[in-house]
């Protein structure tokens, strides 16, 4: 079979089988499509299908074929988060920054420290650590690893749930946000090399002039350019990004971060969101799963995840219930709020990503946050679901959110 031929029978396999699995196993409610998808690049990875039928894999997976399908997913994800840097609304989040601010801070701080501390415990055995880590730097990225909410995928839940557009969802889409750029600028910052520090520091301030003009000119364009425009800058902020050493993703999020999301019409904008997710991020998921590795055994692995996902769910519920009694919250809205703020899928999946990209963690580490990213995403709806249904209405604003 040709390049082409083969390329076209793995493109077959990534959109057939989670397809197959998630209509056939009528998955829905426990595993959404998108989470189906990641577990099917996993399961074709070389972890599993490699391992237990390596010709069929070394047949559909050559070099040219995953080169080819790597550039389609690298387009896909900086979609995917630009996307997710335009929905972020930071005006309803300083209209409410006292609320939004002290449980964000919660939602975030808890299961980044218990995250760190699983890190510093998988610090005490090798393989774990990239070789282009300081200590400090894989503690703090599993730390925020465990800490990270998917904002895309929790608004494609809360609209499963029929929450988005209720008091509560608003809320948590402001808490969500906050919490997105502290993620990103800790991100920057574990990703800082001091060699090229002239380049970083460069980028940033060219980007911050650039913008300036960028936004003038936007707000002056039709929207029909605003569209084609928003891909341009995309690119190039990618671009500018991965030159100064800060990675092409860092700079996809503040490209989609300096937009304002009322220069797109909302239908649109989730039109957009949803297609990116149904055309071409199954091939990011693929090829996330061709990276990873289980050669420290499966055991280790999976005793890893389970390390993290403790820290990840328990550290995200117990900040949680924490601002909820700072907050005078109605009973049973902190745990409604701490599932579902406890989602990660895939900002998680492009964080470990990063890291890995920058020998951070190792493809075991990288396997293991995959694993705990697949369960945490898992447990959101029957959880949720359980407790909305449980209530006799759904939660509305707080008091003090009111005042804030």
Request: proline fraction near 4%.
């Amino acid at each position: 079979m040709s390049t082409t031929e083969v390329f076209l029978l793995a493109m077959l396999l990534i959109f057939s089988l989670p397809w197959l699995v998630w209509r056939l196993g009528r998955t829905d409610h426990l595993a959404p499509l998108v989470v189906v998808q990641i577990l099917a690049g996993i399961l074709l990875g070389p972890g599993v299908l490699g391992r237990w039928f390596p010709d069929a894999y070394g047949f559909v997976f050559t070099p040219q074929v995953v080169q080819s399908l790597n550039g389609i997913a690298w387009w896909a994800v900086m979609l995917f988060v630009m996307i997710a840097g335009i929905e972020l609304d930071l005006k309803a989040t300083w209209a409410h920054r006292r609320e939004s601010g002290i449980t964000a801070g919660l939602a975030l701080g808890v299961p980044l420290v218990l995250g760190c501390l699983a890190a510093m415990l998988m610090l005490a055995f090798p393989g774990w650590k990239g070789g282009g880590a300081h200590h400090w730097q894989f503690v703090v990225g599993i730390g925020m690893a465990c800490a990270v909410t998917a904002l895309p995928i929790l608004i494609l839940l809360m609209e499963k749930l029929d929450i988005l557009r209720q008091p509560m969802g608003q809320r948590i889409l402001r808490y969500a946000s906050l919490d997105d750029i502290l993620i990103w600028g800790v991100l920057a910052l574990i990703l800082m090399d001091w060699t090229r520090v002239g380049k970083q520091l460069g980028f940033l301030l060219g980007f911050a002039v650039v913008t300036f003009a960028f936004r003038r000119l936007m707000a002056r364009l039709p929207e029909t350019d605003r569209w084609y425009l928003a891909l341009v800058w995309l690119a190039l902020c990618s671009l500018g990004a991965d030159w100064a050493g800060l990675h092409f993703m860092v700079g996809a999020f503040l490209a989609g971060a300096v937009m304002d999301a009322h220069w797109f019409n909302q239908e649109r904008m989730d039109s957009l969101r949803h297609h990116v997710l149904l055309v071409i991020m199954p091939v990011f998921f693929l090829s996330t799963g061709l990276r990873t590795n289980w050669s420290m055994g499966g055991g280790e692995v999976i005793a890893a995840a389970a390390l993290l996902l403790v820290a990840s769910v328990g550290g995200k519920l117990l900040g949680v219930h924490a601002a909820g009694r700072m907050l005078g919250w109605a009973p049973g809205e902190s745990r409604v709020i701490g599932w579902l703020l406890q989602t990660k899928a895939l900002i998680m999946i492009i964080f470990a990503n990063i890291l890995l990209d920058k020998r951070i963690i190792t493809d075991a580490s990288f396997t293991a946050l995959l694993l705990m990213a697949v369960v945490s995403t898992m447990l959101t709806l029957p959880m949720v679901t359980r407790r909305l249904f449980g209530q006799p209405e759904r939660p509305s604003e707080p008091s003090a959110a009111r005042h804030s």
